[in-house]
């Protein structure tokens, strides 16, 4: 199973671009005059969310050992805000029944994410199953707000035109540095290296660890 190229969907050096050019189709295919700008504040409420969340841990270690819980997964939280949104569009012209088709399978995208999440070992869970729950909130809230608006259908070039972006960043593959950003950002923030799984799930051990460096330092 390519878990590789699934995970990609989520990526945000896919999702963001992808999302702009979205934008751009939704206020020129949709009737609602605010449509396009509530869906940017939709994605960027839940691009915030999550970002805060990992921040938390990174910063100060704000988790949940239970649960094995340092964040929402992004690839999942945001996959799960762009895909349904994304066929939401392009079923635009269909009857009710393939729109909703079109909608489930956007729902579809995101849960194999999250799959391929859990199985290159990036994320537990509990951070996979609060990302969808995320992600397909807001989307969900974006669409029952939407559900009135009139959308235009796509012609074949029109079609061609929304996917070029997302086709051509899939093929260079290009992972975005977002992890490695709040990182920094929360090491510039506390003063110390960013907390890790392993030190909330076995924070015994790190103590150890520090004790017996401290040892090792005062022995020298």
Not at 34 to 46: Q, S, V
Not at 149 to 166: D, E, R, S, W, Y
């Amino acid at each position: 199973m390519p878990w590789n190229n699934l995970t990609y969907f989520g990526d945000s050096m896919l999702v963001l671009p992808t999302a702009v050019v979205l934008a751009l189709f939704i206020a020129w295919k949709v009737s609602g005059r605010y449509t396009a700008l509530a869906w940017l504040f939709t994605l960027g409420c839940a691009g915030f969310i999550v970002s805060l969340s990992k921040l938390l841990f990174l910063t100060w270690g704000i988790g949940s050992a239970a649960l094995d819980f340092t964040g929402f997964s992004g690839h999942t939280t945001m996959s799960a805000t762009l895909w349904p949104v994304m066929m939401w569009l392009i079923g635009g012209a269909f009857s009710l029944g393939k729109r909703r088709v079109m909608i489930a399978i956007g729902f579809l995208i995101p849960l194999m994410v999250g799959i391929s999440r859990l199985a290159l070992h990036a994320h537990s869970p509990s951070e996979v199953i609060a990302g969808m729950l995320l992600g397909s909130g807001c989307s969900s809230l974006f669409l029952h707000f939407n559900r009135h608006q009139q959308v235009k259908g796509l012609t074949i070039p029109q079609l061609a035109l929304l996917l070029l972006l997302p086709l051509a960043l899939m093929n260079h593959g290009q992972k975005a540095t977002t992890q490695q950003l709040l990182e920094h950002l929360a090491t510039k923030i506390s003063g110390h290296q960013p907390w890790s799984r392993e030190k909330l799930l076995h924070p015994d051990d790190q103590r150890q660890q520090w004790q017996n460096h401290a040892e090792v330092n005062h022995t020298i």
